[in-house]
């Protein structure tokens, strides 16, 4: 959805995924701190931009700059589904093989998402989305 804003409303578009993890391996978060830098350097050199991702951590650091918020608030099946039909994405992974094969991983994730307690859990995007002043969409089906 976000990359399909960019296209059609000429947005820069930034995936927190590219900005959230360093490259070593496993992957290791990276500091909050080098994020914000990110963050504040990708918004300064944007003056129209969408910024995609799950981190609600990182999405705060934004979010007094963003005039307008959707929420993604699909029931986890469907999140699911969504992730199972997922183009490859080249940013993240060398191939759509190795993206496929992170897949079992990633569905065992999105299982969770009711029950965390984390930056990722729908109560901390549900939060983050109530404390938004400006304009706000939640989406609750893909549809």
């Given at each position: ?89 080249p940013h ?11 897949l079992p ?39």
């Open positions: 959805m976000a990359m399909r804003l960019a296209r059609e409303k000429g947005l820069a578009h930034l995936d927190l995924d590219t900005i959230a993890w360093t490259s070593s391996s496993p992957p290791q978060r990276r500091s909050l701190d080098e994020s914000r830098e990110c963050i504040q350097a990708f918004i300064c050199a944007n003056t129209n931009w969408v910024i995609e991702g799950c981190y609600s951590d990182l999405l705060e650091m934004a979010l007094s700059d963003a005039s307008e918020i959707i929420f993604l608030n699909l029931p986890v099946e469907a999140c699911i589904k969504n992730a199972e039909a997922r183009p490859w994405e993240k992974y060398a191939s759509k093989n190795a993206q496929d094969a992170n991983m990633l569905i065992d994730w999105i299982k969770q998402y009711d029950n965390r307690k984390d930056t990722f859990s729908r109560e901390a995007h549900e939060k983050l989305f109530q404390r938004f002043s400006g304009r706000k969409i939640m989406l609750t089906s893909n549809h």
